[in-house]
């Protein structure tokens, strides 16, 4: 298993500026992902963050709204720029320790609001 | 395309009653399938999965692959399964989860 912590767990920001969401692992992971659950809704993948090396987005998400580093195996930050209120929801991460993409293990989650 | 459909919302039996948490799926491969749950103020986490057709907390789900469903059932519901359910894919070697939109479960004492 692993034991996955989130920084900061929520957040109130102002329209415009941008947050950095911090995740941090026990262990070396092979596989971190970001998702994002917006209101009422499922979760959405954002990206793969992949070490040393960009990440890989889905359809609908980019580089330049969410850019997401991932300098080693334990840690990620995702980056929510030039926010809007549509940008308001809870962003997850989460990783994989080998290679067997069902043992996802999901982070606390930030819930984040723009005013 | 991907697609997890969980047609029910909000899901309210008696304790004692059977449950089934509906799950269909869109895919054209053979995919994996998955439920993960969500207890109050916990985090998301793996229930079971098609291909060990393990029985966990005395939930099992059959993969279906006729009607492309993968329903979640348990016979008899206890208070402590109150919870969100989603149900969850995975195309066959992609390195990714596609989510259902979620049942949330109340189990009526």
């Known amino acids: 298993s692993a034991v996955i912590s989130q920084k900061p767990s929520r957040d109130i920001c102002q329209r415009g500026t941008s947050l950095t969401i911090q995740c941090q692992v026990d262990?070396?992971?092979?596989?971190m992902f970001w998702y994002r659950q917006q209101p009422g809704q499922s979760l959405t993948l954002i990206a793969t963050a992949n070490q040393g090396s960009e990440a890989t987005y889905e359809s609908g998400f980019v580089i330049d709204k969410f850019p997401i580093s991932r300098p080693n195996l334990t840690f990620s930050t995702l980056t929510v720029s030039n926010m809007s209120p549509e940008d308001s929801s809870i962003y997850l991460c989460?990783?994989?320790?080998?290679?067997?993409?069902?043992?996802?293990?999901f982070g606390p989650g930030t819930r984040l609001t723009v005013t | 395309a991907q697609r997890v459909t969980q047609p029910e919302k909000l899901l309210s039996v008696f304790k004692g009653a059977p449950v089934e948490l509906k799950c269909n799926y869109s895919y054209s491969g053979s995919p994996e399938l998955f439920w993960y749950v969500q207890y109050s103020r916990q985090r998301l986490q793996l229930l079971l999965r098609?291909?060990s057709r393990e029985s966990i907390k005395g939930f099992t789900a059959d993969l279906n692959k006729g009607e492309t469903s993968f329903h979640l059932k348990k016979p008899f519901a206890q208070e402590e399964d109150s919870a969100m359910y989603y149900c969850?894919?995975?195309?066959?070697?992609?390195?990714?989860?596609?989510f259902g939109q979620g049942t949330r479960l109340t189990i009526n004492p």
């Open positions: 969850a894919l995975s195309p066959k070697g992609a390195q990714k989860l596609v």
């Open positions: 989460s990783v994989v320790p080998g290679l067997v993409i069902s043992e996802q293990y």
């Open positions: 098609h291909i």
């Open positions: 262990s070396q992971v092979t596989m």
